[in-house]
């Protein structure tokens, strides 16, 4: 064997055992999720097919070596009732869509995802059919302009685990939580974003878990500078077969022309008992105080569930859902304040 075959085969030994370490796979995953419902908004009845948020995801990492690996992850909405991409358009990542390096330091991300006080409050007790469709949680405020974000998470330290994420405003033109709820408070609902900050904490360890949440956002529209906060705090806990969670937020809105704030808790229920599973949730929205205060925008949503497990992957379910709104606010798929809605559903849920 020539010297110069050795140092050849001794370099294409060496790209072999790195090609080793930087091992990469790609998952394709998803959710189909369909209901065919009754419906009532207002005084119009309808019956209808409705998708829940169904989604193709597609998830890879890449190991690295020395304990560093980069990841992706793209989840696309389409409506499982036609075939149609979100909105009736072309399939998008909209959804979720980010890349990451993660290592024992913790997990940095980039993109479009939710945000960590949502999934450690409102999204962490929506067990009957995982906060999606027209039984969804209304009166959760949703304050982060989700897109453009960098957020950071931490390691698991003995069940607590921190995240952090900061959005950039770029100068975008977005509605604020206020909008849409049958009121435009001195027309202060809409502006240039200039930024949201949002911080989780998480407890998860045995049968109780405990959840905190922090956001903040900043629009301007022209000139009036507009603050949105929201502070919430989760619990739950599981005894055999009975699941209990719970959820407060407090919300806060100031502007040069109103301020105004509102208390919102859910108390949710889960009893199981071999494939099936038996759900109750309800919510309250208080009214609006401050410069609002003379304005009927409380609200109480409910709904009782019952769901059926085929395999780990698929199921079918029912539910009664209902949401009474106040004469001035329109939470939930209304578009008049003062509408109330409810459904009578039943629909199959599969995971791949």
């Not at 995953?29 to 207002?42: A, C, D, H, L, M």
């Not at 077969?241 to 937020?249: F, I, K």
């Amino acid at each position: 064997m020539t010297k110069t075959t050795r140092v050849m085969l001794a370099v294409l030994a060496v790209c072999g055992t790195s090609a080793a370490i930087a091992q990469s796979s790609v998952n394709v995953y998803g959710r189909i999720n369909t209901t065919v419902e009754s419906q009532k908004i207002g005084a119009d009845s309808k019956s209808v097919m409705n998708d829940n948020s169904s989604f193709i995801g597609f998830r890879g990492t890449e190991d690295l070596g020395n304990g560093l690996k980069a990841g992706f992850q793209l989840e696309g909405r389409f409506n499982a009732d036609n075939g149609s991409g979100e909105g009736g358009g072309g399939l998008n990542f909209a959804r979720h869509s980010e890349v990451n390096l993660s290592g024992n330091f913790g997990t940095v991300r980039l993109g479009k995802f939710n945000v960590g006080s949502y999934l450690a409050t409102a999204d962490y007790i929506s067990m009957h059919n995982h906060d999606t469709g027209s039984s969804s949680d209304a009166l959760y405020a949703y304050v982060f302009p989700e897109g453009n974000q960098i957020s950071y998470r931490s390691p698991d330290f003995g069940g607590v685990t921190a995240e952090f994420n900061y959005g950039f405003g770029e100068k975008a033109n977005r509605e604020t939580t206020l909008t849409g709820f049958g009121f435009d408070p001195a027309n202060a609902v809409g502006g240039q974003h200039k930024g949201a900050f949002d911080a989780a904490l998480n407890y998860n360890n045995g049968p109780l878990g405990l959840g905190l949440g922090y956001t903040q956002a900043k629009t301007n529209d022209a000139g009036d500078s507009l603050k949105e906060q929201q502070l919430g705090l989760r619990a739950s806990y599981t005894i055999n077969s009975l699941t209990l969670g719970a959820y407060y937020q407090y919300y806060k809105a100031s502007a040069d022309a109103f301020d105004t704030k509102r208390h919102a808790y859910r108390l949710a229920a889960m009893y199981t008992l071999g494939a099936s599973e038996f759900h109750a949730n309800v919510g309250r929205a208080q009214g609006y105080k401050g410069d609002l205060d003379n304005l009927k925008t409380s609200a109480t949503q409910w709904t009782l569930g019952y769901n059926y497990n085929l395999s780990k992957r698929t199921k079918v379910y029912g539910y009664f859902t209902k949401i009474s709104n106040g004469d001035d606010i329109g939470y939930g798929p209304v578009t008049n304040a003062g509408d109330n809605f409810r459904s009578i559903a039943v629909g199959v849920r599969h995971l791949f």
